[in-house]
Nanobody, 131 residues
């Protein structure tokens, strides 16, 4: 599977952005998708999870502000981010894995992705929030 993120940019605090993660090359495999972010000088962290059949979960740090969704007809997973704050500034990545439990644990911040390598990653998109 190949993943391409888009939708990043510069917004003011309190603003919103919608990121997209376009998947290709996965045939009939049922991948589960996670969104992650890495701020300068920090470890990459999971923020949101969606299973291939639409179950969702979030890291505590973004619950109530971020919404993950999918459009299977477009092979795309979205991350709607609202009430953005300067601490949300990071490069945002999407990832895919065939293991639902692993992806759920990693994408919601319960496990570290470097300890549980995932099947595929996108190249990332920069999100910058100004105060």
């Amino acid at each position: 599977v190949q993943l391409v993120e888009s939708g990043g940019g510069l917004v003011q605090a309190g603003g919103s952005l919608r990121l997209s993660c376009k998947a290709s090359g996965y045939s009939d495999d049922e991948y589960h998708i996670g969104w992650f972010r890495q701020a300068p000088g920090k470890e990459r962290e999971g923020v949101a999870y969606i299973s291939h059949d639409g179950k969702t979960d979030y890291a505590d740090s973004v619950k109530g502000r971020f919404t993950i969704s999918s459009d299977n007809a477009k092979d795309t997973v979205y991350l709607e981010m609202t009430n953005l704050q300067p601490e949300d500034t990071a490069v945002y990545y999407c990832a895919a894995d065939l293991r639902a439990y692993t992806m759920w644990r990693v994408a919601t911040g319960r496990w570290q992705d470097k300890e549980h390598p995932l099947d595929a990653w996108g190249q990332g998109t920069q999100v910058t929030i100004s105060s």
